[in-house]
């Protein structure tokens, strides 16, 4: 099966909107004001989908549909967020089960509005049913076989409150597959042509399996980074995500966050070529910088620190991108490393805004990797040419 | 219950509440009340605040890149670019009451965050300054340049607040 990334970027579009009304649900509900940061589509086997909800409890409403796109649509809180959302209520938890379907049920229904409009046709939904859900059993029953589903992820952000969780949504049917694989030719839509911004000559279907063998290596890659700040500080370490997603650009700054961070960049130079970052909160850059050193530095974050930030990096990025070449066939290198102490958001704003000028979605690998004993955690972002990948994807597929 | 389809199409735009309204990157919005339009990690995009003071219409635009116009990725986002950006964020101004002779502008941004990046802050700004002359808009203040982030809070009094990294912050 061969994914359509302009067909995958209006489904996400729609993801957006379907979040957006949840959001706006849940505003009314609480009267606490939420907006929707991100939202993404993971691209894995079913298998990844599993080993992603693996020991976590989900809260949330499932639908039957018919129609237009037939299958099961599931919109799921992690269940540690739930309370918190709960407490907002003016009925407290008691009001926990109906207003979790009623939310669940104006966002799927938010959500399922905008795919009729894109396919052009009608979309039943049978009442929700609430459900909770121990790890993969929050999927629909077809996506831990065969292909798998597309998980749409939204991170919804409370603006005046320390509030923030992800809500899920799981369409499972043949038609949503037909359609992200550019089978199926939506409708004439408004707003939906060229939704994903690729208009370019290029190819911009990408093999499923490849894609699916890029994310096991955008795992490996965070494996041996974390490996790599093992040597360098002798501190144990550990991958705590390592997602591929497809997500607006746009978005990825509102995902790092406006924190303060302190971290590397580099330049990727090849095919794919690109960028990765890798960013630090400050007090975290701080302690793994000291980790390195051989005396406590004079300033927390001053030039030996930063050295030793851009020493980690080095061997980080090596390792994350060591065996990209061997797979996809090609020729990777990276830039010595520039440093960056910032907002978050504002150090990956530049990158971001490189790769735009030729596409408005884009695959990232976003990994999470912690250190034990002195409790540091990293995020690594790589963000890869998007038209390059899918012709290095293209070439991992041929036999 | 059923979706059927129709030909509306709605658009996504924060919901004006709290008092708050956030404007994404490669976004703009237009706030006529009381509301405090905000953007945050402001590297090397620009923001671009215009007020009609005697309107009482403010706009906010957090643009990422100097020129749509023969851009590859088409223009369905408008706010991506300075031009586009500044040219949608007037007509939407106007829309909302607000006269084009009267908008005076203050802007923000566009550090040179990265060696890697050949300065697409710095041309950003210029770009701004540019298109806003091209109006007939004065700007009237900026914190613009150099190499830190930046977040901006654009209140009901047409003032635009500009918090840097470092936690300084200025009232243009």
């Not at chain 1, 706006?24 to 993971?42: H, I, K, M, Q, R």
């Not at chain 1, 409890?57 to 796109?69: A, D, N, Q, T």
């Not at chain 1, 990994?367 to 972002?381: F, L």
Request: glycine fraction near 12%; include cysteine.
């Amino acid at each position: 099966m061969r994914v359509d990334v302009r067909a995958l970027g209006a489904c996400n579009r729609l993801a957006e909107r379907g979040a957006g009304q949840a959001a706006g649900a849940l505003t009314d509900l609480t009267g606490t004001d939420l907006s929707v940061e991100v939202t993404g589509a993971s691209v894995a086997s079913g298998e990844d989908l599993a080993e992603a909800f693996a020991g976590r409890e989900s809260i949330g409403v499932s639908v039957g549909l018919r129609g237009g796109l037939e299958g099961e649509a599931v919109l799921a809180f992690d269940a540690d967020n739930v309370d918190a959302l709960l407490s907002l209520l003016p009925g407290g938890s008691s009001m926990g089960r109906s207003a979790v379907t009623e939310v669940g049920n104006i966002a799927l229904g938010g959500f399922l509005d905008g795919w009729a409009n894109y396919l052009g046709k009608a979309i039943d939904m049978t009442p929700p049913r609430y459900f909770e859900a121990d790890g993969a059993a929050v999927l629909p029953d077809g996506a831990l076989a065969g292909d798998g589903v597309f998980l749409f992820e939204s991170r919804l952000d409370a603006t005046t409150t320390d509030l923030d969780f992800s809500i899920y949504m799981l369409p499972d049917s043949g038609q949503f597959r037909d359609l992200v694989v550019g089978k199926t030719a939506p409708a004439a839509a408004p707003g939906a042509d060229g939704e994903a911004g690729n208009d370019g000559a290029d190819s911009t279907a990408v093999p499923y399996e490849s894609l699916s063998t890029f994310a096991s290596l955008a795992k490996r890659g965070s494996a041996n980074a974390a490996d790599n700040i093992a040597m360098m500080t002798g501190l144990d370490t550990s991958v705590d995500v390592s997602r591929l997603r497809f997500v607006p650009l746009a978005d990825v700054p509102a995902e790092v966050g406006v924190e303060p961070h302190a971290g590397t960049v580099f330049e990727l130079q090849g095919e794919p070529s690109g960028y990765l970052a890798i960013l630090f909160e400050e007090e975290s850059a701080a302690k793994i910088a000291a980790s390195m050193l051989p005396s406590e530095p004079d300033e927390p974050l001053g030039g030996m620190a930063e050295n030793a930030l851009c020493e980690l990096g080095n061997v980080m990025t090596s390792g994350f991108i060591d065996g990209w070449a061997n797979v996809l066939g090609t020729s990777i290198t990276h830039s010595p490393p520039e440093f960056v102490h910032d907002i978050g958001s504002a150090t990956i704003s530049p990158l971001v805004a490189k790769l735009s000028r030729r596409q408005d979605y884009g695959f990232v690998i976003d990994a999470a990797i912690q250190t034990e004993g002195i409790q540091t955690r990293c995020d690594v972002y790589a963000l890869p040419d998007e038209r390059e990948l899918a012709r290095a994807l293209e070439r991992l597929s041929e036999p | 219950m059923s979706h059927p389809p129709s030909s509306r199409e709605r658009t996504h735009s924060p919901a004006p509440d709290a008092g708050r309204i956030k404007v994404g990157v490669s976004d703009l919005s237009v706030a006529t009340g009381g509301e405090t339009l905000t953007t945050s990690g402001l590297g090397s995009c620009v923001a671009v605040a215009l007020v009609d003071r005697s309107a009482g219409v403010r706009g906010l635009l957090h643009a990422m890149l100097p020129n749509g116009t023969g851009s590859d990725t088409g223009i369905e986002r408008p706010g991506k670019y300075v031009d586009t950006g500044i040219e949608t964020l007037i007509a939407e101004l106007e829309d909302a009451g607000a006269s084009a002779g009267r908008l005076e502008a203050r802007v923000a941004g566009g550090a040179e965050m990265l060696d890697l990046t050949d300065a697409v802050g710095p041309r950003n700004v210029a770009r701004a300054e540019q298109c806003l002359d091209a109006a007939g808009i004065p700007v009237v203040e900026r914190a613009v340049g150099d190499g830190v982030g930046r977040t901006v809070r654009f209140r009901a009094d047409g003032r635009l607040v500009v918090r840097a990294a470092d936690g300084f912050e200025r009232t243009l």
